[in-house]
């Protein structure tokens, strides 16, 4: 354990290679006329859902270079899924892998970065858009076992 004060990497090598799974859900809020361009695919820079989806996955195995702490992952598996409502697009994303540690990180970056994603594609449209809740759905692996997460407090 690190003096008051000091940082320090969590030391993960007796821990046992399990498989590690995390869901994440980010939220972009926006106009419902916006949402009705990202369905018709009519952006100026095209297909929102699909580079949202690609800097996703890209930021997810990437979790290490942008957070001091985070473990360096082979990641055995990542997806992300869109859900369009009236005014907003749900993300959900989904991580995979046979580690010594979680992937939550890694589940929570890549919807938070598809939500960055999807904010460039729309900002030419107005800036009357909201990132967020994002949060963590779920976990399993590892000693601690299978947790949901729950919202337990008003977002």
């Known amino acids: ?3 008051a004060g000091q940082i320090a990497q969590v030391d ?9 799974r995390a869901k994440a859900f980010a939220q ?8 009705r361009l990202i369905r018709r695919n009519r952006l100026i820079k095209g297909n ?20 001091p702490l985070c473990h360096s992952l082979n990641l055995d598996w990542i997806d992300l899924s869109f859900n369009l409502k009236k005014d907003r697009i749900e993300i959900i994303s989904e991580v995979k892998t046979k580690q010594a540690t979680g992937v939550e990180m890694e589940a929570l970056t890549a919807v938070t ?3 960055l ?3 460039d ?6 800036h009357d858009i909201v990132i967020g809740p994002i949060y963590l759905m779920e976990k399993s692996g590892g000693a601690s076992g299978h947790h949901r997460f729950y919202r337990s407090f008003k977002l």
């Open 1 to 3: 354990m690190p003096d």
């Open 12 to 20: 993960i090598a007796d821990k046992n290679i399990t498989l590690r």
């Open 28 to 35: 972009v809020k926006t106009k419902p006329q916006v949402i």
């Open 48 to 67: 929102a859902l699909t580079a949202a989806k690609i800097a996703g996955i890209m930021a997810a195995k990437r979790v290490d270079a942008l957070i």
């Open 113 to 115: 970065v598809a939500g």
């Open 117 to 119: 994603t999807i904010y």
């Open 121 to 126: 594609m729309i900002k030419s449209l107005g």
